[in-house]
C-alpha cells in the first residue's frame, strides 16, 4: 500500500505569489494534518482536517488555508508569501485524527524555499 | 517554556553504546508520539504510548503519566540509528526540538 504522498517535491517562489501543496492519505485514513517544520526547528502545527472539516488550527496567519476533498486528500495554500515561510511542509494521515490510539502518518514533505 | 522539552539537544555515541533520549511535557494529553527524522526531511512515527512501556526491536519506549515524562531507549547503537529522534504530544501535535544522534563506528 503507498503511504502518504505529497507534491511538489521542491518548490521556489518568489515573496507575494501564491502556493498550493498537496496531500494524499493513506487509503482507509479520514484525517490529514499540515505542519510548518523551519530548518532547525521542530515541526509546527498548521491545520487539521476530518471528514472535510477543520478540526483543529494552529497560530498562522490568514494567508494560511487548506481544505479537504471528498477522497480525503488535501491541499494547503499559502498566499502573499514572506521570506519567513520558506520551510519543509509536512502532511500526516491517521484514522480518524482522534490521538487516542491513533497513529499519524507522515508524508516525505514538501520544500518550500520563497526568495 | 515549551510545553515539551527534550533532552539533551544533541548526542553522540559509539556504535554498542545504550542511548537515552527524555521528554517532559507540560500539557495534559491523551497519547505521545516517538518520532524518527532523517537529514532530508522524512519522518517516520517509531511509537504511540498512552501508558506504561513499548518495544520494538532495540527501541524501547516508556512513559509515566503521572509525571509527565517519557523516555526513547536505544540498545546496541548502531550508525544507522544517526538521525534526529522528536517527542510530540497531542493530536494536533506538538513537538519538541528534536535531538540529534550520531552514532559513529
Known amino acids: 500500500d503507498a503511504g502518504v504522498t505529497q507534491s511538489p517535491t521542491h518548490l521556489i517562489k518568489t515573496r507575494g505569489q501564491h502556493v498550493t501543496l498537496r496531500c494524499s492519505p493513506i487509503?482507509?485514513?479520514?484525517?490529514v494534518s499540515w505542519y510548518q517544520q523551519v530548518l532547525g526547528q521542530g515541526p509546527q502545527f498548521i491545520f487539521q482536517y476530518y471528514e472535510k472539516e477543520e478540526r483543529g488550527r494552529g497560530n498562522f496567519p490568514d494567508r494560511f488555508s487548506a481544505r479537504q476533498f471528498p477522497n480525503y486528500s488535501s491541499e494547503l495554500n499559502v498566499n502573499a508569501l514572506l521570506l519567513g515561510d520558506s520551510a519543509l511542509y509536512l502532511c500526516a494521515s491517521s484514522l480518524d485524527g482522534t490521538g487516542k490510539a491513533d497513529t499519524q502518518y507522515f508524508g516525505p514533505g514538501t520544500r518550500l524555499t520563497v526568495l | 517554556k515549551n510545553e515539551v522539552e527534550q533532552s539533551p539537544q544533541n548526542l553522540t555515541a559509539q556504535e554498542g553504546e545504550f542511548i537515552t533520549i527524555n521528554c517532559s511535557y507540560s500539557?495534559?494529553?491523551?497519547?505521545l508520539h516517538w518520532l524518527q527524522q532523517h537529514p532530508g526531511g522524512g519522518i517516520v512515527s517509531l511509537f504511540m504510548l498512552s501508558s506504561g512501556k513499548k518495544k520494538h526491536g532495540r527501541l524501547i519506549a516508556t512513559i509515566n503519566i503521572q509525571e509527565k515524562h517519557s523516555s526513547l531507549h536505544i540498545t546496541a547503537s548502531h550508525p544507522r540509528d544517526s538521525a534526529v529522534y522528536i517527542c510530540a504530544v497531542g493530536t494536533a501535535l506538538i513537538f519538541g526540538k528534536g535531538t540529534t544522534l550520531s552514532v559513529s563506528s
Open positions: 487509503s482507509g485514513h479520514k484525517s
Open positions: 500539557v495534559g494529553i491523551s497519547a
